[in-house]
């Protein structure tokens, strides 16, 4: 687990804090991988968008994967390298202005492509193919494999518009079917994405295998990684794509926050509560929204426990009106109070980028702390609530 190496009582709150330091541990390893094997990395914007970041990673990673408009154009202006886009669909004023920024895009379906190649003649063109082979389970949300997903052509439709199109100008496949997996699971998909679309890729120069790859996690087998990127690579010469968004930023940030306020239960018989200025709702959606629990330390570096496990139990839980705006219950040490401060782990992922200001609350403030100390990088207040409603 990593530690907050800076005083988390020297921020205001709430905030997150990210970490050089660890980032850079991610990078290093990302880029140990596209080393040995020579496939290409990309961030995947949609989880770590933090720019101030970038001239960091771009010296390790090979560029940007994009959702659409901002997130590509993001990457162009302030990464650099490759930068892909893959939407469901995308607008035609859309792609008018991406071509502006993107150099490879990945089409929904070959009809998609079909409507759009005029414009995109002179870019890199792929497909996003499915072969809808779960091998996760518990969160169908982020599951693209679900029945009757949407991300992705099936064989039998890739077939289908195939023979009505043709696959002139298609020079790519692209596969997203993971999440926080291991490479076993990569493997099999990989193997079964073989079986189904194996007779396309003698045709192909490149294939991206996506994200929801866990690299950057201890006990991750980057070995079976590295085997199935040089399969593709030797057997049909193709050049891999990756492209994690999880991975890159994972543990290396924070959020920080403050008790505000000890509610006791006793009268009750329940649990006491700790309000604290930041929400679930609004700072981590994805504790909800996943669901997750996310590990929790104390002033003095101590992780947190289960509820009842340690001296004394709270529910943790936001400063909204929503009643489900709670972060989970948990056990410490030593009693809170108000003025504590509490650190929330791996929040530099799927959190600054999806947060939102749901009953007022303020946007927590970022911060990034770098071998020349730690400086806010943003500080937000009512103007920014005031342009979103
Ligand atoms: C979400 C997503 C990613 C990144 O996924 P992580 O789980 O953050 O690694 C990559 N590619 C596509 C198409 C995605 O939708």
Redesign the pocket.
Known sequence: MNLPTFDIYGVNTPCYVIEEKYLKQNAELLKSVSDITGCKILL?Q??FSMYETYPLLSLYLAGT?A?GLYEARLGRERFGGETHV?SPAYKDEDIRELIKYADHF?FNSIGQYNKHRDIVKDKVCGI?VNPRYSTQSGHEIYD?CAKGSR?GQTIAAFEQEAEEYGLEGITGL?F?T???QNSDALKITAEEVERQFGRFLPHMKWINF????HITKEGYDIDTLCKTIEHFKQKYSLTVYL?????VALNAGFLIASVIDVISGKADGERDIAILDASAACHMPDVLEMPYRPVVLDDKMNAAGEPDEKAYSYTLAGDTCLAGDTIGAYSFDRPLKAGDRLAFCDMA??TMCKNNTFNGMPLPSIYYNTDSGINIIKRFGYEDFLSRV
Do not use: F
Request: net charge negative; with cysteine; hydrophobic share 30%.
């Open positions: 995947a949609k989880a994967a959702s893959y990945v996003r693209p991300l692209h997203h993971l999440c926080e996506g994200g929801g790859h492209e994690p968004g999880e991975a992922i799927y």
